[in-house]
């Protein structure tokens, strides 16, 4: 693994318990762990449940007792880090977003493609499919209860920038992070809603915006950085279906702590879903039954429901941890049964092509087409 | 009409708008009111819609023009209005509780069968079982939506006492009020039950309690006068079949400003509502398919709930003071046809013989027997 | 009043209830209807409570004994009927939206401001303003309890064209209604957006759509007539002040039968709210104890609250017919008093403004100020 | 670990763990298992991540490389396995509830004290008092967020019995279980309600209830077995200070699948919490602004909150099982420092003595004394 902060704790817990909760093929060993300081790498070894910590993750690469190299560092070095491995003839599982460019991005899912011609696979950590909730969704649509999907209504709250004191970050340099909440957040809402409804958007017009234009750099007397990155955005989408998507991404919605939320409206169902309350989906049916028609609030935690079975009792519930041991799961899987696992990087790519597009229209303040 | 306060607007409220949002075949002619104050029954008069104003409520029941008595004072009248006004030959719509004790109750009781044989019609003003979402449940159990019912549970939770300071009044001087929370919104819990699930509580182990007994006496420079009612009431009952349900009212839930809540389970389904959100049902049905189970909220707003076809169209939400408009065109639609309107007074005195028996058992420690 | 459909009852029942909940300086009196068909006419005018109907709404304008308009029919007759109401010399309440263009729009507030002069007055009925939640909300932002303002968010969600076998009707004849779900609701959140925040919408990029495009025509054996309004719109706008909105408007958001709600969020608190749950608003607080905070559910039924002195005891909810109760008590306050009445005609044409800026956005594909 | 079924899978995910998220003095090794069958032993340790499998508890206990003997059998073998292992200088980590009897429950609770005395520690698992929300309640409680506390309310709702045509199985025979509801799901709310006003339960009447007294043997042809404990529970307690308290324990509740709900309120403040929506504290204050008075909901995965310094950022939401992680890391906290862990035996105990008192209570159908 690369990168051992907060990403690299939520992937060390995955690989360290999907064993425990699933029967898998392969056990997950935690090997090695990369960072920068020699010191806090040690550290977070021991704390995560790394059996050693390197400071040089091609050195990850070159080790023939490795077979995975899992990527949670920031977005600026996944695509060496991802190329690399993948010609090292690595599995590979990318934090999201896949790449700060569609460039870098393009050239991710080409190497993952030709690595795929030779069994080696690469996935990217859009996690939140992995909510049982969220997938129970994508099952309901897929298999028709929604009918004719029209409208995609996703919004991703966060208001940790609210505060207009709040310290500069990497997160808010664009060199380093490539954007802001569009990203970050966006592009895991607009993940999201190209799977669950089966589509890709194809057309756009967006806006990304900036409240605060400098903040205090850290430990600077209170010297004024630069914002080089959006604090918020706002897509108005056509999926190639004609269904209509509107997607919100802002880390200045204050009180909503991790509020990514969906709604999706079909000719013959809805369902809508928010991550503050994953533990449940909220599911419309259309029965011809007006006198008892209404949302159903499902508590995903039944055996019957996505992952439920390899989990506790109904009734018990599952935090935004469990979504990672899931994908370790199902990554493992998918390696053992020599399948691309899911999210591919080409899939990836389709969302940094959405972004790369807001961008776009964002500067042109028209439609632009997705391509 | 006798007593202009709180209930005397609410009912007045319920007559003067039934014509317009119902087809009823008599139409309600709003007469006099009678109250204690001249002055202020005149001003109240005038504010509710009253032709006149009287201070005798005797006035009332010798007129030729008037046909109702609606008698909304506090309860340690009611016996004596209604019984005068029944031997009048004025049909009776008498406000919850029917009264301080089983024995007016049952005095009225008498007077209102012996009454019903020459067509003149009583009732007791429960109005929440003309809630839509309250109506509804009762269709959903009385068709057998819930299948065997064995659970019943309320809770009627108000505030208003929980400041210690908060001044003595007449509400909780047993002399004019007879019980606290118990027969004034204890009431409403046991009519609700008895009503929801069509059957009465034939034992019960119940407990009154007391947090603060004394509190000032308004206008008397802090001077402590004691409280004579419950503050609270707890009553574990089992209905005549079976069914077993729990009762709790109290003024001491600091935040529940109006929560009558119930949910009811049964062998094939449940049903939850709260006041506080009176136009939503929740209705649990087990229909075999675990994956998309759940309590679903019905907005209970469409043409096909309970007396909605009289109001807006679906999705037009409707308050407190609607039920008090269907409940006088229950009234009305239920004198013009001859039949005996619902709640009845013997409905009314069986709730009576519950809180009496509440009381008995709150001081005995054991099970007693209703009847 | 012209029209008896269903905002002619609404507005009949806030015409007959004000005096009742409001001590007003004048008492509104139900003189006169006037609809197309004598009889229907006249059976409204019996089920609604007015005195008299006519079959032409000219006569209203004409008598001496009516001093108020009240304009409940479809869009398109507004601007003649308010026009010749007011240079009559009778105040006027109209319903929304105000026109079915920019053009007639203005030259209705043109009137409205001529008739000013002599202390004729003119109001449009968006009535949500006057739901105490939303008047609450208005509240806390003008105070300062929000800090400065970011985002506006608003949806308003209805589903009754979401089976596509459903009747064509006016509504979807743009000759009739101007346009679709945008008039019809947009109206509303744009009204409300601009409002609680007391800015105007300045630029905005927009889209409209349409679904289904014909549908079968009332009694003529499946022939389909064309839908010549959008089904959905969808608005990035962009305030004065530089807040940035999100406003949607739908008709097949299947299961959401009146979602009106909003999200405000500023530098100091959020609030957020649902028609559906009318007498609830979510309101959060930067206080600084980040151990209890969160968003808090105020139950909008305190006397302390907007209109609620007038209404019921706290815990005691409204309806949506509340809201019209108090629209024709402040109209009447205003006009006693000699103040204009909001939402003046001004404001209700800058609303319509946003609306037609919609239009050619939607054509365009890029941003329009709004002018 | 002793058994390696339901409660085994949890615990071993909390030692697991619990050195991962939290810096611990001790770290936990998963040294060996014991079950019944050697074969589905073995599987559970390789499953569930243990070095050995035994089939005698007691050789765990024998074996110089184990300091904590973890029970997670069912309640009937709780004694014995406790008490030699306390006497064997083991530290002893016990599931609820503690015994099947009082007296069981005393004899481990004199074990404990004397085994203290030596240093060495037993606890039992009452791990809700683990959940996040939960502890903050406590702390609000304790710190006079909610003044004198009056009511204390608590349900414990769940479904599984609700179809009477399900089997049989070891929860409803007594031998086995020594209740059914009442230990296995009011044993958590009693606990819940004693620790959470910190004061004991004084008297109570109670009733138990059976509402399908026979059921499928399991394998048996339809042949019935008596069902020899109860469906539910219903206690009215009244506390040491005078709380009144109510609490219900259910397996009938059709649709609950998991609701352990409470609710307490205070002069000053109430807390609402529902394991359902675990991750949710409901608070209440009073703080004389009615304006914007209500619930605020709290989630609670605010670094401040309990635990949660040692898990996600703010909005990242935890599940059922990591209360198992915090419960491992409390226990290895305090056996390290050397200091009681909570809730120890004398705590069980007390919770032991208010169920006997039930049993007694609903026998006599009088109110009872516990002691």
């Known amino acids: 693994m690369v990168g051992h902060a907060f990403m690299g704790a939520a992937h060390s817990h995955g690989w ?16 090695a ?7 806090r790498t040690a550290a977070a070894a021991r704390r995560l449940g790394w059996e050693e910590s390197l400071t040089d993750w091609r050195e ?13 560092t920031p977005s600026d070095t996944h695509r060496e880090i991802a190329v690399a491995a993948l010609q090292a003839g690595k599995h590979v599982l990318c934090e999201k977003p896949l790449a ?11 190497a993952a493609r030709s690595a795929a011609e030779r069994g080696i696979w690469a996935m990217c950590g859009f996690t939140y499919r992995r909510q049982p909730a969220v997938a129970l969704a994508r099952e309901l649509i897929q298999d028709g209860r929604l009918g004719e999907v029209r409208h995609v209504r996703l ?53 990304t915006t900036v409240f605060v234009d400098a903040r205090p750099a850290p430990g600077a007397n209170g010297t004024l950085r630069p914002v080089t990155v959006d604090d918020a955005a706002f897509v108005l989408a056509e999926f190639g279906s004609g ?12 009180g909503r702590k991790n509020a990514l939320r969906f709604e999706i409206n079909g000719s013959k169902g809805s369902v809508a879903w928010d991550l503050e309350r994953n533990n449940e989906l909220e599911f ?9 028609a209404g949302f159903t609030r499902v508590l995903t935690t039944d055996p019957s429901h996505p992952y439920l079975a390899n989990w506790w009792p109904a009734g018990h519930t599952l935090g935004y ?15 053992a049964a020599g399948v691309q696992p899911e999210p591919s990087f080409d899939a990836a790519a389709s969302v940094q092509r959405v972004l790369a597009t807001v961008a776009t229209s964002s500067g042109s303040g028209t439609w632009e087409v997705v391509a």
Request: a negative charge.
């Open 155 to 207: 919004v991703y709250l966060q208001d940790w920038l609210s505060d207009e004191s709040a310290e500069h970050s990497w997160r808010l340099d664009a060199s380093r992070s490539g954007s802001g909440a569009l990203g970050d957040l966006g592009s895991h809402a607009i993940d999201l809603a190209q799977w669950l409804i089966g589509d890709d958007v194809a057309r756009l017009s967006a806006r």
């Open 321 to 335: 941890d469990h979504a990672f041991v899931n994908q370790a799961a199902d990554f493992v899987n998918a390696v």
């Open 243 to 254: 269904v209509i998507g509107t997607i919100e991404a802002t880390r200045y919605a204050l």
């Open 60 to 72: 990850l690469i070159e080790r023939d007792d490795i077979d995975v190299i899992d990527i949670c």
């Open 100 to 110: 700060n460019s569609l460039d870098e991005a393009e050239e991710m899912a080409a």
């Open 284 to 292: 419309y049916e259309a029965d011809g039954q007006p006198g008892t």
């Open 33 to 39: 762990v990369a960072g920068t300081s020699a010191e």
């Open 16 to 31: 360290r318990n999907a064993g425990r909760a699933f029967d898998l093929p392969l056990e997950p060993r935690l090997v």
